[in-house]
């Protein structure tokens, strides 16, 4: 099976820097993705890493360490807007399927 | 392009009654995934088709729940019937295969 752990809740301040940590385990690691999810609102994709190493997407980067089955999303000059449950997900293997399979979400609070 | 579309938006039922649930996934993608997202939690997949074929619905409760995909685009999750426990938002998404996926606005389920 997959299990993934994140923190539940982080807090940052406006314009600061966060980083949302993303511990796995699975059978058949095809990569890791991240999607955010505002109140109420369909969960939208950020990002995806299959090798290690930093991928960086404007303010968002995503780390991924295969050999620590680690990962992280980082949030630079956070905006109130990036409030949201951010995810990390797996895409596993084991069935054949090769599906998506998704951590409990950390909710970032933005403060002023 | 237009997003994934699904209906109703909200849905309030009694237990032991029967819902279905429509979407229409962004066109020319090929793979479609039911995912259920109790309040608090990451979604979890449901089923997973390719084309109109099954790939996975191994974790799809299929004493009560069915789906289908007809012609290979628009797609029915039918919950037959529903228990307390059912109530979650159903959230469809659509891919060409792999990342992104990309996701509905999903059906809040309330059974009483």
């Known amino acids: 099976g997959q299990s993934l752990e994140q923190p539940s809740e982080v807090t940052a301040v406006e314009g600061a820097i966060v980083q949302i940590n993303c511990t796995y385990q699975t059978s058949g690691f095809y990569g890791l993705s991240w999607y955010q999810q505002h109140d109420g609102g369909a969960p939208t994709f950020l990002s995806y890493n299959a090798l290690d190493g930093l991928e960086e997407t404007g303010r968002f980067s995503s780390f991924l360490s295969r050999s620590d089955s680690y990962g992280y999303l980082l949030l630079q000059e956070l905006q109130m807007k990036d409030s949201a449950s951010y995810f990390c997900a797996v895409r596993d293997s084991q069935t054949g399927a090769n599906n998506l399979f998704f951590g409990t979400g950390t909710r970032l609070t933005v403060i002023p | ?112």
């Not at chain 2, 279905?20 to 793979?31: D, R, V, Y």
């Not at chain 2, 299929?62 to 979650?88: C, H, M, W, Y």
């Not at chain 2, 792999?98 to 996701?103: C, D, W």
């Open chain 2, 1 to 112: 392009e237009a997003g994934v579309a699904q209906s109703p938006r909200y849905k309030i039922i009694e237990k032991r009654q029967s819902v279905a649930f429509w979407c229409n996934p962004i066109s020319g993608h090929a793979t479609l995934y039911w995912y259920q997202q109790i309040l608090g939690q990451g979604p979890k997949l449901l089923i997973q088709f390719q084309n109109n074929g099954v790939v996975d619905d191994s974790q799809l409760p299929k004493d009560r729940f069915s789906a289908e995909r007809l012609k290979g685009v628009d797609s029915t999750l039918k919950i037959q019937p529903a228990k307390l426990e059912d109530s979650a938002v159903y959230l469809c998404a659509s891919s060409r295969g792999g990342e992104p996926l990309h996701f509905g606005n999903g059906t809040r389920l309330t059974v009483t």
